[in-house]
Every structure is written in C-alpha cells, then in structure tokens.
C-alpha cells in the first residue's frame, strides 16, 4: 500500500543516526485523563510574561470560572533555556504546582516554534532559508529549519530536559510538541536538497524507475544524477510527480522533526501523559494522517476569524480532526470572542462561542481551551481576544467561559466514555487534494466547499459522519462517500473494491480515479481500476464557464464548474442524471451512474450538483444504504450529536438558527444543563442542551 510504502521512506541515514532515541512502549491512553474530568475546559496561559506574584490571582480566577487545564510554555525558550545549556525550569514547575493547588492540570508545550536569539545568531544555520534564498530571522516564529540537525538537536535536548524534569510531575497530564506545526515552513537550503533528493533515491532507488514514473522525457526533464533533481520552485511550474513527492517529503520532515521530540519525550515521562500536536483545521501543508500516527490524540485551534460560526465547516472540520486518529480530540485553542489576524475581528455574539465549544463536544472533543487567558503588555498579539483584560480584572468574556466551565462539571460524568460513531464516511487524502489543487483546470474548483456540500446534505440525514483517510477500514459503514479521490492506485482500488464486494455503497465524485500514486495519469479512462466494476467510464471532463441543466431520478436542476461526460459500459449500469443543452458535447450525456456490485454498489457522480440536487441526491444514498439517523427529525437549524459508550448515550443539540426552537425527545431524557428530566427542549437561538438517555 502506497501509505505504508511512504512511512518507510524515512528521512537519510543521517538524521537517523544523529536523532535515533529508543523508543519505550506506551500503552495508548484515552482522551479522558485517568483520575481527572471527562470534558474540559481551559486556557492557555503564559505565566512566563507576568510577575510571580501575579500567579496565584490568575490561577483563583481560572478555578472560579472552573477551568482545569491550562496550556503553558510552548513559546518560553529563552525562559528556560537562557542560555546554551543552562536550563532553568524552577519558574515553570511553581507554575505548575501552583496550578495544581487550584485544581488544574498542565499540558506542556515544547517551545520549538520560536528559538531564542543567542540560539540562532550563534547558529544561523538553524534558521529556515525561504524560496527566495533569503534567511529568516529573529523576532517572530517559525524561524527554525526543521531539517537542520543542529536546530534538531536544540530542539531535541530542550524536549528530553523538560521531560525528564516533568515526566513524572502528576500535575502534568500532557504534551504538545512544538506549536501549528510551523505552518509546515521548509528551508530551501543545501542541507534540505540533498535530503530531498536523498528521499527521493531512498523511494524509488533508481533513477531509471524515477524517470518512468515521472514521465521526465517531457520537456527534457530526464535526470542523470540524483544531485539534478531541483526543488519545486515555483509550485505548480513543475512536473506533478516531483512537486506531489514535494508534498510528501514535508510530511516526512515535518513528521521526522516532531518524532525527535515525541520519542525523547516518551523515554522519559510517565506513558499516561498523552502527546498531541495543535493541528488547524484544513490546513494541509502536510499530511495529517500521517503526522498523527505517533501522536496519543490530535488537537486543533478553532478559529473562526471574521463572521460568525459555519455550523457545517466547524463540525466538518471536528470530524476531519477526530478521523486522524479515529479517536477524540481537543480543540486546544479556541478564540475567546475575537482573534486579531483576520481582516476583520469582530466579536462573536454572546453565547456563539458557548453554542460553538458545544458542538465540539459532540463532534467527540473531550477539551476546549480557550486562547489566551490575558494578552502580554507587549508582543504581536495584543489586541486578541481574551478572559482577563489588561488590567487583570475579567474581561466580559470570561463569564461565558465560566458558564462553559461549570455546565462540563455538571455534565462531565455522562461524558466520560463515550465517543462518536457513524455509518457513513467520508473519505478525504491529503494526496488527491493536493493533486487536484496544484493543477485545478478551473480556479473556481474548491474541494473544500465540494466536500462540504456533501457533507451538509448527508450529516443533515445521518446525524453522524466519519471523515477518514481511505485506507482506513471501512467494513463498518454503510455508505462511502469519496467526494474529490484524484488518485486511485491499484492497492486502494482493491480496498474500496473489498468494501463493496462486501455489502457496501461506495459513491465517487467527480475526477475519481483519475491517477496513480505517482501523480500520473492512469492508462485506462475515469474511474480507473474502477470503471470496470463501475460498468461505465468517464469519456471527458469539461471546466464549465456557465451552469448545465441536469435531470434525472434526483430531480432537475444545474451542474456548476465541473463536468464530465460519461459513457455505460457494461449490463447492470444505471443512469441516474443526465445533462439538458449544454456545449454540444454534454448534451442529452450521462452526468451520474450507478452498478450493483458484488453485494454492494459503486456510484459515479461526475458534476458538481446544486444544494437542492445535492439533497436529493444524498437522501437517495442514505434510503438505498440503510442509514438510520442517530436521533431523528429535528427543527431547522438544530444540531444534533450523539456520544456514546461505557453504557451511556448522550445528545448534544445546538440550536444553530436565529430563532428559537422546539426539540420533541422520543421519551423522557434527563436533561444535563437546565437539570431537570423532560420530553422536550426548548433552545434560543445559539442554546444548548445536553440530553442524557437511559434507555
Ligand atoms: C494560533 C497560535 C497561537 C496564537 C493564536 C491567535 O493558533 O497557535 O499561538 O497566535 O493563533 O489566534
């Protein structure tokens, strides 16, 4: 399997031998911290910025508001290592136990994301060169080489000092390696060549097997020596093989850098202290899946930025984050009203932030920690939003943190446990979304707001839905939805094709199944390996510069920015769309089609559908798979999830629509936030409840 194939593809022998650390097995631990609550709130604290005598204030306010986690030190380098080799983490374990005598726990973060300035003008190697050859420099983050072993090895030594001296501290529960992964930044150095050509000898051995792959007898690309092999600089002007094998040689460097860490942590600390990493979102500088594997959960900051909260982004981009790892996350910063990097940073209405952390909760988050808890009286970020103002006295938003705060204590035991489940997925690759985007054929392609329409229309249906990569297992669900999978190597054809043999529904989206692992085009028409069991093909795709007409079993209605023509094949295909008068080619051609398979199904959708087609399209999917939703019909604009586990069942409604709304429950339900048992909820606009079933 290509995945697999990759993760062996490590980093030269170099960086093995320089950072090699063995290994201790941990046993994996839950999400929910042994001894400590099931759902929690927090904050990120910077204790480092404020004087001693400060603390124990900030600390009685937080155990106030009951917040029980804060998140400290990922960018106090200079604090604890003032100077090269002399370390001073007094200040931080005071901290710490201080905070523990209020009853909050820390998670320490590795401060890698901004070295110190002696560090970095007595080693200006370890700064990261850009595209443009010129070196970073100090005075803001990020500025590190990761693939620099000097700037690997501070990094290294920083992780294993404050792991062996908090490894064992029972007030810290966890860890966070560096911070938002750098934005996944590389350097352009000589250093970083050679170990991407490296990587790449490493992958395909010979450059005879390169020079197929890659196709570089177009013009004139072929290469006699590794040493030739360039960086693809700019983006999108390069063969797509090399810029994809680009993409994947970040992941591995960026995965190799926060291993360094992650293993010299783990040989010192007590395995039950977890370790994640504060992803963000759809952000695909690399692959998270595979930065995920060594980590004990992932986490990511949910920042909304200007306007107001997308219910169908956040719970898309929960569910993307839970799919990682297939297990709870946190949301390990979160804004406290306002951020201060967007164009515009208005605030979130009162109670938006509140409605927004809920619905984290029954995506499967277990932690929302909002950031920050008071901004540093100088520093970049001083207009950001926060629970303490300036003067050290709350700020307004800190009583919607404290309500936050207190409704997870009333409702953390009926939590504890439990997790998100679903009968449908879909399937997300970091590979064909970055196939896809490095050549769109059509600026307005926008896989995004692709998957996010499938997602609407289904997740509307079925109340729960996975976001996985696809090679994960799949026997588990009823429906399979890959909206945007470019590439289909044969490994995974054979996977999805096990699926379905089995009993399942797989649909396909548009441009399915279109190349192989090495970003070529596969000799055979859409959707690949899997036309044939389709019985159809894809004959041409075409960029639409106006909307189709398009009608069909789901109704009538338009195809916009992409569509392709198909063809049947084979007995047993079914047409279910077809395109109205278009550019002559399209006219009267299959735009949708689907084939029983072994026990299951394949559906081939090749245009991008309107909402109300969409809808159609996903109730006839969901009918056709028997998906049963996990609660059932529900007012507009209400939300609901269900957690469940360790003999319990919980839903979370959020009422996302701007008036207020009736939930009728199938029974009486225990009501967790307003206390009380009931056959209905009633919930304002941007209201909240948590409703406990026992049966
Ligand atoms: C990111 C960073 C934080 C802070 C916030 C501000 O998520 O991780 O350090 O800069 O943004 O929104």
């Not at 909307?547 to 295909?573: F, H, L, R, T, Y």
Request: charged share 20%.
């Amino acid at each position: 399997m290509e995945r697999t194939c990759r993760l062996c593809v490590v980093l030269p022998v170099l960086f093995l031998a320089v950072f090699a650390v063995a290994q201790t097995p941990s046993p994996a631990i839950p999400t929910q911290i042994p001894g400590h609550d099931a759902i929690v709130a927090g904050t990120d604290w910077y204790p480092e910025q404020w004087p001693e005598s400060r603390w124990e204030e900030d600390l009685r306010l937080m155990e106030a508001a009951d917040l029980k986690v804060v998140r400290v030190a990922e960018f106090s380098w200079s604090r604890m290592e003032p100077s090269e080799g002399r370390y001073d983490f007094d200040w931080l374990e005071r901290a710490v136990n201080l905070a523990a005598k209020h009853h909050i726990m820390s998670v320490l973060g590795t401060p890698t994301a901004a070295p110190p300035a002696w560090l970095t003008q007595k080693y200006p190697d370890t700064l990261r060169v850009e595209r443009n050859g010129q070196r970073a420099i100090h005075g803001t983050r990020a500025q590190g080489s990761v693939s620099s072993p000097r700037y690997r090895g501070f990094c290294r030594k920083i992780a294993e000092q404050m792991a062996l001296r908090f490894g064992r501290n029972p007030n810290v529960v966890g860890w966070q390696i560096d911070n938002e992964e750098g934005y996944a930044l590389m350097s352009y150095d000589d250093h970083a060549r050679k170990f991407f050509q490296d990587w790449l000898q490493n992958k395909y051995k010979s450059l005879d097997r390169l020079n197929a792959h890659w196709t570089t007898s177009y013009w004139s690309q072929t290469y006699d020596n590794w040493s030739e092999i360039p960086f693809p600089i700019p983006m999108g002007d390069h063969n797509p093989g090399l810029e994809l094998d680009w993409k994947r040689f970040v992941t591995d460097t960026w995965n190799d850098y926060l291993n360094n860490q992650t293993n010299v942590i783990r040989s010192h600390s007590d395995p039950r202290q977890f370790i994640t990493a504060n992803f963000m979102g759809f952000f695909d500088g690399f692959d998270h899946y595979v930065l995920s594997e060594p980590l004990t959960f992932a986490s990511w900051d949910d920042y909304v930025g200007t306007g107001h909260v997308d219910p169908d982004y956040n719970g898309l981009a929960h569910d993307l984050t839970r799919g990682f790892k297939r297990e709870n996350f946190w949301v390990i910063e979160t804004q406290p009203g306002a951020v201060n990097w967007s164009p515009l940073n208005n605030f979130l209405n009162r109670g938006e932030a509140r409605a927004m952390a809920w619905q984290a909760i029954g995506h499967g988050a277990d932690d929302i920690n909002y950031w920050q808890w008071r901004s540093a009286l100088n520093g970049q970020e001083q207009y950001h939003g926060t629970l303490i103002g300036p003067d050290g006295r709350p700020a307004p938003f800190y009583s919607e943190a404290s309500e936050l705060g207190h409704d997870f204590v009333k409702a953390e035991s009926a939590f504890r446990g439990t997790e998100v489940s679903s009968q449908v997925a879909l399937l997300h690759s970091y590979d064909s979304r970055w196939a896809i985007d490095l050549q769109k054929f059509t600026q307005q392609y926008d896989q995004q707001a692709l998957l996010k329409s499938y997602y609407h229309a289904l997740r509307h249906l079925s109340q729960a839905m996975d976001v996985v990569n696809p090679y994960a297992p799949l026997a588990g669900y009823k429906l399979v939805v890959a909206p945007d999978l470019n590439l289909i190597p044969e490994d995974l054809s054979q996977h999805l094709l096990d699926y379905v043999r089995n009993g399942g529904h797989l649909v396909l989206g548009p441009r399915s199944g279109m190349k192989d692992q090495f970003n070529a085009l596969l000799p055979q028409r859409q959707p690949g390996f899997l036309a044939e069991p389709l019985g159809a093909r894809v004959e041409q795709f075409y960029a639409l510069e106006k909307n189709v007409p398009i009608s069909g079993s789901w109704g009538d209605g338009e195809a916009s920015i992409w569509a392709e023509q198909m063809k049947i094949e084979s007995p047993g295909a079914e047409v279910l769309l077809r395109y109205g008068k278009s550019n002559g080619w399209l006219d009267n051609q299959p735009a949708a089609i689907t084939r029983p398979y072994g026990r299951g199904r394949i559906t081939y959708i090749g245009a991008i559908l309107d909402d109300n087609l969409m809808a159609n399209a996903a109730e006839w999917m969901i009918h056709d798979s028997g998906v049963t939703p996990v609660f059932g019909p529900l007012p507009d604009g209400v939300e609901v999830s269900r957690r469940s586990g360790d003999g319990k069942q919980v839903y979370v409604f959020v009422n996302f629509a701007p008036q207020e709304r009736q939930v009728v429950l199938p029974r009486s339900m225990k009501l967790l936030l307003s206390g009380k048992e009931a056959t209905g909820i009633q919930l304002l606009p941007d209201g909240v409840e948590v409703a406990q079933d026992s049966q």
